[in-house]
């Protein structure tokens, strides 16, 4: 009887140990899938935003053409501005990610004038070529948010027109971005992007074709610049492979 009892015993403890063994595989099987599903993938971006610039010296521009013209409107230091913006991400680590990215950024200064239509109009069409290096935050399966720094250089044209002038202006220089974005998934691939960031443009000193800057008689030989800072928001979709 103590024999059969003790091999009773001796069966249940294999058979719990069998378990155990089996769960503890099934636990490791699950993990080892739960961290291949969050794996850095790499991906394309797209979407649009606003960004609120101060573009000091077109500001100055725009207010000084102004008063010259007979007009009596200031604008002031910030400008709202639409923006646009393309990118690829590459996984360089667990970690970290380079991202490639181009964005166009497109506002319109507009002031009222005394001659010709009334309006003296100014807009400014920056592009953006970037190249920023990205820490992830958090990567779990159905979301993940980066913070990244980086920059590259720029390219921007100011079209002026007002009474008989129409003419545009281009400039180019570095600039630097420092930037947040979060995805979140709407599937398996498709996610929905949100993002923020913060700009500081060099552009230096803009000319026209034949090499003149835009003038007027307060500003002659005052090297405008199409040099600013900016915070943006952006909305968009991200695709990873």
Request: proline share 3%; net charge negative.
């Amino acid at each position: 009887m103590r024999l059969t009892e003790a091999r009773a015993c001796l069966c249940c403890a294999l058979l719990l140990s069998g378990m155990t063994l089996c769960a503890a595989q099934t636990g490791e099987q699950t993990r080892g899938a739960q961290a291949a599903s969050v794996q850095l993938r790499p991906g394309v971006a797209a979407g649009m935003g606003v960004s609120y610039l101060s573009m000091t010296d077109v500001v100055d521009l725009a207010n000084i053409a102004s008063a010259s013209l007979g007009g009596y409107q200031r604008l002031p230091e910030f400008k709202a501005a639409a923006e646009f913006f393309g990118a690829v991400t590459v996984p360089c680590s667990p970690d970290w990610v380079l991202k490639f990215e181009y964005a166009y950024i497109l506002t319109t200064y507009n002031v009222a004038t005394a001659y010709g239509t009334g309006q003296a109009e100014y807009t400014a069409m920056i592009h953006l070529p970037s190249l920023i290096v990205q820490y992830v935050l958090l990567n779990e399966p159905v979301y993940n948010v980066k913070v990244g720094a980086g920059g590259g250089y720029h390219f921007g044209t100011l079209g002026v027109t007002y009474y008989t002038q129409n003419d545009s202006y281009s400039g180019n220089g570095p600039g630097l971005v420092l930037e947040a974005e979060g995805n979140t998934a709407f599937g398996e691939s498709l996610y929905a992007y949100l993002g923020v960031n913060v700009r500081w443009d060099f552009i230096g000193t803009l000319s026209n074709s034949a090499g003149m800057e835009p003038y007027h008689a307060s500003t002659a030989g005052g090297g405008t610049t199409m040099q600013f800072f900016g915070l943006g928001a952006r909305l968009g979709f991200t695709y990873y492979f």
